[in-house]
């Protein structure tokens, strides 16, 4: 069985930055692509980012490139989310996932098998 534990949210000031991470245990890390998605109060929970196995290769939501950057550690076994200049419309509950590494690098929560229990993100402005 796959654990994902997701650290890092709280408080940010619109302008800011957090550095989310989720460290993985149960498995072989390198055996698992990863995504962050997020679920705003209200809203479906929708796609941040996902970096496949290796490292050597990241998509992003259209809306939050340039902002946001996913990145891994193998060796940790940890997967860090990067969000600079935070906006109001950042908040919400930001989830770790992971999918196996033999299928295509996904974009949507139903391509991921196991999840986080996720960590909030608050922005004021």
């Known amino acids: 069985q796959v654990q994902l534990v997701e650290s890092g949210g709280g408080l940010a000031q619109a302008g800011g930055s957090l550095r989310l991470s989720c460290v993985v245990s149960?498995?072989?890390?390198?055996?698992?692509?990863m995504g962050w998605f997020r679920q705003a109060p209200g809203k479906e929970r929708e796609f941040v980012a996902a970096?496949?196995?290796?490292?050597?290769?990241?998509v992003y939501a259209d809306s939050l490139k340039g902002r946001f950057t996913i990145s891994r550690d193998n060796a940790k076994n940890t997967v860090n989310l990067q969000m600079n200049s935070l906006k109001p419309e950042d908040t919400a509950v930001y989830y770790c996932?992971?999918?196996?590494?033999?299928?295509?690098?996904?974009?949507?929560?139903?391509?991921?098998?196991?999840w986080g229990q996720g960590t909030q993100v608050t922005v004021s402005s």
């Open positions: 149960g498995r072989t890390f390198n055996g698992y692509h």
């Open positions: 996932a992971a999918d196996f590494a033999y299928r295509a690098l996904g974009r949507t929560a139903s391509e991921f098998r196991y």
């Open positions: 970096i496949n196995w290796s490292g050597s290769n990241t």
